[in-house]
């Protein structure tokens, strides 16, 4: 019996070599590399060609705590003083109801409890964060447009919102 080599269809293949990376190639990709890292390196250096945006200093920040009443009404309350600051019931406070579920299955995720107070904090370069006191989370609202981050921004009052 004869070997599959011999068959003819593998026998043409015998003789070609294998198919190599153009050296080209290779030495632009290494260049490419050094080139990016160097780059790197000499920004974190120098401080030349980077972008920092720094947070700020907080203006003032709030603990509230955001809860699901009966019939799907969101509330939120004062952390402190216990006092309702809103209620939205089911057709209202998209975004504030949005986030409140966003949060609520990170905290599912890390099996941390779900009465934590939240933090809005307004920092003194205009932004609004809101951030999750137990598992840590922050997101800057203004990702989401001005008018989402204005609906958190009215639970900031001058009333129950400390100045650090």
């Given at each position: 019996m004869r070997s599959a080599l011999s068959l003819g269809y593998l026998d043409g293949r015998r003789a070609k070599g294998t198919n190599s990376l153009p050296t080209w190639l290779f030495i632009s990709v290494v260049v490419l590399l050094v080139f990016s890292a160097g780059a790197v390196l000499f920004g974190q250096a120098t401080g030349l060609g980077l972008v920092k945006q720094e947070a700020g200093r907080p203006v003032a920040v709030r603990d509230v705590i955001i809860s699901r009443g009966s019939g799907d009404i969101v509330v939120v309350t004062d952390a402190v003083s216990g006092e309702m600051i809103a209620s939205y019931p089911q057709d209202a406070g998209g975004f504030v109801r949005g986030s409140l579920r966003a949060f609520e299955r990170m905290r599912q995720v890390a099996a941390m409890p779900a009465d934590a107070a939240y933090r809005i904090i307004k920092w003194d370069t205009g932004r609004?964060?809101?951030?999750?006191?137990?598992?840590?989370?922050?997101?800057?609202?203004?990702?989401?447009?001005?008018?989402?981050?204005?609906?958190f921004a009215a639970l900031l009052d001058t009333q129950g919102g400390t100045r650090p």
């Open positions: 609004i964060s809101l951030s999750d006191t137990a598992t840590g989370e922050r997101i800057y609202l203004e990702a989401f447009g001005r008018d989402n981050a204005a609906a």
